[in-house]
């Protein structure tokens, strides 16, 4: 990009930054708080992975404590106007207790994942990648081609993609993303249409319904959202039916936001109906309450609670999870966070007591 | 704004305590199921066999996320599941690589994925932690390296049947069931201890069933034996992994030189199987 552009978009973003109330930090929250749709920051349009320039200028200006000056040329992940890179890197140091069990402290790579996007025909036609290369071996997470309309209202992209449904939190553990089983940890191989007019925002995807493994029946899995975005707050209703030899699946989720003053809300609810699950166990019912509070440019708090009933057919089993976690950006594409999550459940079961510690560096561009 | 300062943090404190109480267990084993039900576990402590396993690491642990219809890598591991979808099954991260070798815990992919060794794809297992203690690890390797037994099924064929009458426990694949290509080997699994000298492609027939009209049945050449280890399960290596289409699996069960248990106890009746495979998208 040449730095004449690069200051066009700079001056563009922040003048529409400097229209929002207050600055955000990252996941969904930073898409309530700033009042955009996710696709404003993120390339794939459903949210995560590689920045936009937008994204990226917001990652620089707005999100840190201090911004360190690397004079005119500053980092808008591309590459030339055809090619554009960038990367999570998240590690940490963690130390849990479980009842009945040695407690566990360990430093651990949790994750690390590079982008690239090809824009092959420059905001018409794109290659995405999407590749985990650590822990491990090197995990395809989503590999897709998108094709855009002209007027920018609908795209049709194929391959391997994340699936829309719900609020896509960096947490891949918190129970709405494990309890409908869809999340950044089993994206799907299939197809997926959307349509964005105003303040509308709609996702409809089909795929094979095998999370990532190989096909082994002939019914297909179909996923979708309809969400409605206001500057302060956002409504949204998912779906998800898996037509699975092994019993269907269905989900459906409820979920939004709200911006007041420096906190952004995060709301889910879902229930879900897997007729695989053996024993009438497949009823679960799942929530997610969040607050994020800006407590000051570059300081996040942000307070977690959570709600599973495993088995809606079976009274006093039902789990809880509350987490608090101090989220510092102290300058541009570094951050520190640290938390507490406190996990509750049946006495008689220790892996519903966890208690876990961390510190976590976050790493991104 | 909004909401005033009192008003807001009031709300956040909300957010602690909002989301309802945990359940108390009453009436529920150690998994959250029914005492007496049919899922309930046991309170046995984690040893070399499937059921202890599935009750102290797979029911508590791994279902968390591989269960239901899109469990991860379509690998679902409540107790209903896990041993089909396990046990000379490919991986889907390392085709290459049977999830369960029986026999072989250093070729099974689930000892790699839960050990983090290289060669792994993604993380090490359970994402994210806590990864298992190494003694719970020995314990699933033990299991492997005596043949990965269907004990569970065993169990509860032992239970309907007194222990007395020798049936076949399981397969894998399961009957009717579609599994991804190559298959590189069939489990049959029974109540008691095989009578070694019976094993073999008389009494042990694996076909490949033609899907046109007229469902002709042609023969395959394979290699039967004994699990190393375990005297109960027979495995089937097929000389050639087994591509696309629909197999059937037969075993003799009466008549002279029948399939018989070391008491010369027989099925009483054949017993077939079939399944499918399909290719890898």
């Known amino acids: ?365 | 704004m909004l909401w005033s300062g009192g008003a807001r943090r009031l709300a956040v404190l909300a957010t602690l305590t909002c989301a309802g109480c945990a359940g108390n267990g009453a009436g529920l084993d150690q998994n959250g199921q029914p005492i007496g039900s049919e899922g309930s576990g046991s309170n046995e402590p984690l040893s070399a066999n499937l059921q202890s396993i599935q009750d102290n690491v797979f029911t508590p642990i791994c279902t968390r996320c591989h269960i239901g219809a899109s469990a991860p890598e379509g690998l679902r591991l409540d107790a209903a599941d896990s041993y089909s979808l396990l046990v000379g099954v490919p991986s889907a991260e390392v085709p290459s690589l049977l999830r369960v070798m029986p026999g072989n815990p250093d070729e099974s992919y689930i000892v790699l994925k839960l050990q983090g060794s290289p060669g792994i794809v993604g993380g090490q297992m359970p994402l994210g932690g806590p990864y298992l203690p190494q003694a719970s690890i020995d314990v699933i390797r033990q299991w492997i390296t005596d043949g990965a037994p269907n004990s569970s099924a065993m169990q509860t064929a032992s239970r309907r049947e007194d222990g007395q009458t020798f049936i076949l426990t399981g397969t894998a694949p399961l009957d009717g069931a579609r599994v991804p290509a190559p298959l590189r080997q069939i489990i049959v699994a029974f109540n008691h201890e095989i009578d070694a000298s019976l094993v073999n492609d008389a009494n042990i027939t694996l076909e490949r069933i033609d899907t046109s009209d007229t469902q002709a049945l042609r023969p395959l050449p394979l290699r039967a034996a004994l699990a190393t280890g375990d005297p109960t399960v027979i495995i089937i290596l097929p000389r050639i992994p087994l591509g696309p289409g629909s197999y059937r699996v037969s075993v003799r069960g009466v008549g002279g030189g029948a399939l018989a248990d070391v008491n010369a106890g027989t099925l009483g009746a054949d017993r077939a199987f079939a399944f499918a495979v399909a290719a890898l998208p």
Not at chain 1, 35 to 48: A, D, I, M
Not at chain 1, 294 to 300: F, T, Y
Request: hydrophobic share 40%; proline share 5%; charged share 20%.
């Open chain 1, 1 to 365: 990009m040449k730095i004449c552009d690069f200051r066009a978009l700079l001056r563009h973003a922040l003048f529409v930054l400097a229209l929002l109330a207050s600055a955000a930090h990252a996941e969904p929250y930073l898409a309530v708080q700033t009042g955009l749709k996710c696709g404003q920051c993120h390339v794939n349009p459903t949210g995560g992975g590689l920045r936009t320039p937008f994204g990226d200028v917001f990652a620089q200006r707005i999100m840190p404590h201090d911004h360190l000056d690397t004079g005119a040329d500053t980092w808008a992940g591309e590459i030339n106007r055809f090619l554009s890179v960038g990367g999570d890197v998240r590690f940490d140091g963690q130390y849990e207790t479980t009842p009945g069990s040695a407690s566990v402290d360990s430093f651990a790579l949790e994750q690390a994942r590079i982008y690239l996007n090809a824009s092959v025909i420059p905001t018409r036609l794109a290659v995405y990648v999407d590749e985990q290369v650590a822990p491990g071996g090197a995990l395809n997470r989503e590999v897709y081609g998108m094709y855009w309309s002209a007027s920018h209202e609908w795209y049709l992209k194929a391959g391997q993609l994340y699936l829309p449904f719900g609020l896509r939190l960096q947490d891949q553990t918190a129970f709405i993303q494990t309890v409908s089983g869809i999340n950044m940890t089993t994206p799907d191989q299939g197809a997926e249409f959307g349509w964005e007019h105003n303040a509308w925002d709609a996702q409809f995807a089909v795929s094979n319904g095998t999370a990532g493994g190989p096909e082994v029946d002939h019914g297909k899995q179909y996923s979708g959202q309809l969400i409605y975005v206001e500057p302060r707050w956002r409504l949204g209703l998912g779906a998800n039916f898996n037509d699975a030899a092994a019993g269907n699946k269905s989900a459906l989720a409820l979920f939004g936001g709200l911006k007041s003053g420096p906190i952004a809300w995060l709301a889910q609810a879902e229930l879900v109906d897997d007729k695989s699950i053996p024993n009438s166990g497949g009823k679960m019912l799942a929530t997610l309450l969040e607050a994020d509070w800006l407590l000051a440019p570059g300081n996040n708090l942000k307070i977690t609670s959570e709600y599973l009933d495993p088995n809606r057919n079976v009274a006093e089993n039902a789990e809880t999870r509350w987490s608090l976690v101090y989220e510092l950006t102290p300058i541009q594409f570094l951050q520190l966070r640290a938390g507490v999550r406190y996990s509750d459940g049946i006495p008689q079961d220790n892996a519903e007591h966890v208690r876990l510690y961390f510190l976590e560096v976050h790493g991104f561009f």
